[in-house]
């Protein structure tokens, strides 16, 4: 069973930065697949980005390429997701997920995931 708890949301205008943590129980956690996926309001859960742990390769959703980066730290057993350049589009409640198993696929869909975070809001003003 892994626990994941998600933190760094808030408010910022169009054009700032925020940094999302995820942080993991369990001492498998550098073989785990993360994610990061978000939820507007009245929206589907959408892919952001995700992060092997077989060799920390990264994919992004292309609304967010050039603007985001996810990156983890195993020793600390928690995940990052940097949001450069916001935009009021980025609002959504942010959520960690993780996928056991070793493997050199990029899953960006959400029923592929085992676990979830409880998420945490960002919003982004004009």
């Known amino acids: 069973q892994v626990q994941l708890v998600e933190s760094g949301g808030g408010l910022v205008q169009a054009g700032g930065s925020l940094r999302l943590s995820c942080a993991a129980s369990?001492?498998?956690?550098?073989?785990?697949?993360m994610g990061w996926f978000r939820q507007a309001p009245g929206k589907e859960r959408e892919f952001v980005a995700t992060?092997?742990?077989?060799?920390?390769?990264?994919t992004y959703a292309d609304s967010v390429k050039g603007r985001f980066a996810i990156s983890r730290d195993n020793a600390k057993y928690t995940v990052y997701l940097q949001m450069n350049s916001l935009k009021p589009e980025d609002t959504a409640v942010y959520y960690c997920a993780a996928k056991g198993g070793l493997t050199f696929a990029y899953y960006t869909r959400d029923y592929e995931y085992d676990y979830w975070g409880q998420g945490t809001q960002v919003t982004v003003s004009s």
């Open positions: 992060i092997r742990g077989t060799d920390s390769g990264t």
């Open positions: 369990g001492r498998t956690f550098s073989i785990y697949t």
